[in-house]
């Protein structure tokens, strides 16, 4: 079936926009997490959703960041008034995480560059 | 909260050998070990996992090794191709608790012809 999907592959943006991305997970897939990965660096979790709800928000990095999902399924992270700092490439990935099956599933992600 | 240290940062070898990277983590409740391949400008994807009821796991030439009692688990690779040439995350988490995972920092393995 349909991997995880997430749009825009590309995203150029000048200092101080807005930007929304957006993050199609497995369906049926439960979990939905949103990860950061900077040039030549590690996977930094910014937040979780099980169902609609994201019990953990604790790894977005401001107030700018926030992240929403609607029907259990879509997700969208939106970054307010980007900073040159924001840029890197934002990971999508889902589970099922009904504790048997906690592999997670990655999507291409979205390199963000904020000029 | 969980830590995962991850060594080396950077592997280099020569085809046909093997490689080992290991991690180490911090919260004994942990009960899952994933280990994820990520090629240049592609996406993380799982090649191997291990659950703490068992040792180790091999497929084909990649094998995991979990010691519980010391925190710690190893991806092992033999007889290295320049096609595993790629970073290798580790990963912890606790299955059934808040499903989020804990991450390693990378190893960038080049495998040389």
């Known amino acids: 079936g349909a991997g995880v999907s997430q749009s825009p592959s590309n995203k150029v943006t000048e200092k101080g926009k807005d930007v929304e991305l957006r993050c199609d997970p497995i369906?049926?897939?439960?979990?939905l997490y949103w990860y950061r990965q900077s040039l030549g660096q590690g996977l930094e979790f910014l937040i979780y959703f099980q169902g609609n709800s994201a019990p953990d928000k604790s790894g977005l990095p401001s107030d700018r960041f926030s992240a929403e999902r609607t029907g259990g399924s879509v997700s969208t992270l939106t970054i307010q008034r980007t900073q040159q700092e924001d840029s890197a490439v934002y990971l999508c990935?889902?589970?099922?995480?009904?504790?048997?099956?906690?592999?997670?599933?990655f999507g291409p992600g979205t390199r963000l560059t904020v000029l | 909260g969980e830590n995962v240290e991850q060594h080396p940062s950077t592997l280099s070898v020569q085809e046909g050998d093997s490689a080992v990277i290991k991690c180490t983590y911090s919260d004994s409740a942990s009960n899952y070990f994933p280990w994820y391949k990520q090629e240049l400008g592609k996406r993380p994807q799982l090649i191997i996992d291990i659950r703490s009821n068992v040792g180790e796991k091999k497929d084909q030439r990649i094998a995991v090794t979990l010691n519980k009692t010391a925190k710690h688990f190893s991806l092992h690779i033999t007889e290295t191709q320049p096609e595993d040439s790629a970073v290798y995350f580790c990963a912890a988490l606790l299955s059934g608790g808040s499903y989020i995972p804990t991450f390693g920092r990378g190893t960038s393995l080049i495998v040389h012809p």
């Open positions: 369906s049926g897939h439960t979990a």
């Open positions: 990935a889902s589970s099922l995480a009904q504790g048997a099956g906690d592999t997670q599933y």
